[in-house]
């Protein structure tokens, strides 16, 4: 089942800019996971953050998580065009089970 | 980062006949290896969770006898989709992980359109 809800659905913003992304769950997590997916691609890796933790950086990204409010949100500075593509979080249970669970996804454009 | 591949990237394939997409890890041993779908504009819905050597683990909704799920090595993971219909057209996309890892590599997705 889905747990993750994304806003915005879609973010338009100008090269330049800082984008920011959300991410809220429902269920306690072990950690939170970042993706990128341009479009009829498979997805990209970006940053994994644990539950212990409350923030990460990774290049021009950062992430923070809030577990006493089950949500996240994903900053890219200094936006790029390439940075165009579709970001997904996906929480990973602490079942064990280590079946991600994605949200809906942002639909990022940056314009030049 | 470690890379997964996924074979073929598309297929067209006529309503009821059936459909092979692999799954392997290039550099990597893959304990685990996921199976999802995508459709236009959506997020993943994972479809089965696999271990190597044993019998896929399939999420409510997906049923197991139209979508076979083969793990036989740490590098392979195979999806048959069987007697496909025009509504199985879909985004597939695979994922595996190594033992004692917490991220998941993703294939590049195998497009599926059945007609």
């Known amino acids: 089942s889905q747990q993750g809800e994304e806003d915005p659905q879609a973010l338009s913003i100008q090269e330049g800019e800082n984008a920011t992304m959300n991410c809220s769950y429902k269920?306690?997590?072990?950690?939170l996971q970042w993706y990128r997916q341009n479009s009829g691609r498979g997805l990209v890796h970006l940053i994994l953050i644990r539950s212990n933790e409350r923030e990460k950086h990774s290049g021009r990204l950062r992430v923070t998580l809030d577990t006493s409010k089950k949500s996240s949100s994903l900053l890219i500075t200094a936006s790029r065009a390439a940075d165009t593509a579709s970001y997904f979080c996906?929480?990973?249970?602490?079942?064990?089970?280590?079946?991600?669970?994605f949200g809906q996804g942002t639909r990022l454009t940056i314009n030049p | 980062g470690a890379v997964v591949s996924q074979h073929p990237s598309w297929v067209i394939c006529k309503s009821g006949t059936s459909v092979k997409i692999e799954c392997r890890s290039l550099d990597f041993q893959a304990t685990t290896m996921f199976w999802y779908r995508q459709f236009p504009k959506q997020s993943l819905m994972l479809m089965a969770t696999s271990n190597e050597g044993s019998k896929a683990t399939y999420e409510q909704g997906v049923e197991k006898d139209k979508f076979l799920i083969n793990h036989a090595s740490l590098t392979l993971s195979t999806l048959t989709v069987t007697s496909a219909h025009p509504e199985d057209s879909s985004f597939y996309i695979c994922?595996?992980?190594?033992?004692?890892?917490?991220?998941?590599?993703f294939g590049p997705g195998t497009r599926l359109l059945v007609l």
């Open positions: 269920t306690s997590i072990n950690n």
């Open positions: 994922s595996a992980r190594a033992l004692y890892q917490e991220t998941q590599y």
């Open positions: 996906a929480t990973d249970g602490i079942q064990g089970a280590q079946k991600l669970v």
